[in-house]
């Protein structure tokens, strides 16, 4: 009768969530725990219990503790999803515990009021959309304007992104339930070096990074480098829903330019194409597409998103995720890095998440180690792709700008 909501469970047990990766006497060496990492991540989360689990290695052979933090997609995105993990987290080193919270269960619902909220829900969904058309009546020059530019960045959105077919890949093939995060840590003056001296964002560095080090991999599998297609999530959360469940995102593609032999190319290339789609209201064109595909019957809604993530939509995500530039704490330990796991669609082997913390750029490249095993080699891929571009920075700002005009 309604939309799924969320509902506390009656029967939580902070041990089905929070539970050790290895034997407390057991201190894994680095390769051991990125296997029992890749173990740990291959394990789907129980449906029946809420959607977050905490495995814990307490003492690793270099004597740091690790800790893996899965939490579902449906419960939060990537913005969101930092807000969450800054709760296990203190500022500063000398922090007191937090105490005990003395929580208890709603109630659990029974099947009127359940029914009650299902249908409260549908109206007020409806009085909204309602309220809208009255307002655009009301003030039929104005709202006819809206109603023209909301259709004309939707349409924009289908015809440029949803539509256009991504290139045929070796990232796109069948996928096992197997999972591997391989990581990859650069250091932020570098990256910020390159921003300034080209005058671009730090997303577009972090893109051009991306398409240097895939280029790097299709040439050592024999592979002619092609043009992928990329989806981007962007945020579209304010400040008072950074800490609100569910999602508030919108998409972004992005031809990541892998054919391109230069670096200085990729980086020019790439920072005109995410210039022109945000120039072209695509972003708020996405958000009403994918709000629309939300009022859909179930069948139609189901249909339509595995659509969107199938493999002819796009090659490969990559999320940047700000995170903070200090220090981080547990139990008086500083938090060393931070890994973000963006989770693989059907038939695409790769996803790139990208977290600054700190010092540092933090990428957690994830990917089904049968169907990508070269995934392994990205990291000193891109190290050489990044080295690259500071080089093509030694050239100073005007080369750049020169390099965007000429391409741009």
């Known amino acids: 009768m309604g939309e799924p909501f969320w509902v506390d469970d009656p029967d939580f047990d902070i041990d089905r969530h929070v539970t050790l990766l290895c034997d407390p006497v057991d201190r894994p060496d680095e390769r051991r725990f990125h296997a029992l990492t890749d173990r740990a991540l291959s394990e789907p989360l129980d449906r029946e219990r809420p959607l977050w689990k905490i495995y814990l290695a307490p003492k690793l052979a270099d004597g740091s503790a690790g800790m893996i933090a899965k939490i579902h997609h449906a419960l939060v995105d990537g913005r969101s999803a930092v807000e969450v993990a800054m709760l296990l987290f203190d500022v500063t080193p ?38 809208g058309v009255a307002r655009m ?40 339930p197997r999972r591997t995060l391989v990581y990859h840590r650069a250091r932020l003056e570098h990256v910020l070096a390159v921003k300034q001296a080209a005058r671009v964002t730090l997303n577009d560095v972090c893109l051009a990074i991306v398409s240097g080090g895939l280029r790097e ?29 569910g999602n508030r995102i919108s998409l972004a593609f992005v031809d990541l330019p892998v054919q391109l032999s230069t670096a200085g ?3 020019a290339r790439v920072h005109a194409a995410t210039s ?27 249909t ?8 002819r939509v796009y090659n490969l995500t990559v999320s940047n995720i700000p995170g903070p530039r200090f220090d981080l704490f547990v139990l008086g330990a500083r938090l060393r890095e931070a890994y973000p796991v963006v989770p693989l669609a059907d038939s695409h082997a790769l996803s790139i998440g990208i977290f600054s913390y700190g010092e540092h750029l933090h990428f957690g490249l994830y990917a089904d180690p049968e169907a990508l095993p070269d995934v392994t080699a990205l990291p000193a891929a891109f190290s050489a792709a990044l080295l690259a571009l500071r080089r093509s920075a030694g050239g100073g700002s005007r080369r750049y700008a ?7």
Not at 142 to 171: F, H, Q
Not at 217 to 242: E, F, H, W, Y
Not at 402 to 408: E, M, P
């Open 94 to 131: 000398d922090a007191d515990p937090a105490p005990a919270a003395d929580w208890r269960p709603e109630p659990e619902r029974g099947a009127a009021r359940l029914s009650l909220s299902a249908i409260g829900g549908g109206a007020s969904e409806t009085l909204r959309a309602a309220r």
């Open 137 to 176: 009546a009301g003030h039929p020059i104005s709202g006819g304007t809206r109603i023209y530019e909301t259709a004309r960045r939707a349409a924009l959105t289908v015809g440029e992104d949803l539509l256009r077919p991504a290139p045929a890949s070796y990232l796109n093939v069948p996928i096992s």
């Open 217 to 245: 991999t299709a040439l050592a599998r024999g592979a002619t480098p092609r043009t992928l297609k990329a989806m981007v999530p962007v945020s579209m959360r304010t400040d008072d829903q950074r800490t609100d469940l």
């Open 265 to 267: 190319a990729r980086l």
């Open 276 to 302: 022109a789609f945000k120039e072209s209201d695509r972003p708020a064109g996405a958000e009403t597409v994918f709000d629309g595909l939300g009022l859909l019957p179930d069948a139609l809604r189901t």
């Open 304 to 311: 339509a998103a595995k659509a969107v993530g199938s493999k």
């Open 402 to 408: 020169d390099t965007l005009l000429a391409t741009g």
